[in-house]
């Protein structure tokens, strides 16, 4: 006789969009992403001015603080997922940690993305209008770009 029925498969595992995790209490699957898409081009403009302005205040060190910031919140958002649905210590530890890596390489990637575009922006305003263009580029070229890039990764 198959007693399945009453065993509750629990843990985590990695998923394309993040982690799932299952307990007693039920599944969630926490999205990860690499970078969000913002809500308004408002915003998305701003957040690529950001990004052109922290990308010219720490240079080639850009993709690594993306990817330690994203995967400080996977992290954090696998393992109160885990939580939720039920998991023991253990459990939450080895879901955080799962977090944390897919966080860590989306960011990471996100940030490489956004270092090689805003660095050839950049070169090609500094060489089109010497120190003032290379200037534009890093803030409003980065600007553009980012709302760009989330006019084309929007799900609506």
Known sequence: MDMSVNNVERGSKITFKGVEVTGPKGTKEVEISGDKVEKTPEDSFWQGVGKGIARAIVGGAYPV????????????NAKEAAKDVGLNEWGIAKAGLKGALVGGIKGFAHGLLDTAAIGALV???????GPLGAALAATVGAGFYNLAKDAIRAND
Do not use: D, H
Request: glycine share 26%; net charge negative; hydrophobic share 40%.
């Open 123 to 129: 070169a090609l305003g500094g060489v089109l209008g």
């Open 65 to 76: 603080i993306t990817g330690t910031l994203k995967a400080a919140e996977g992290y954090e």
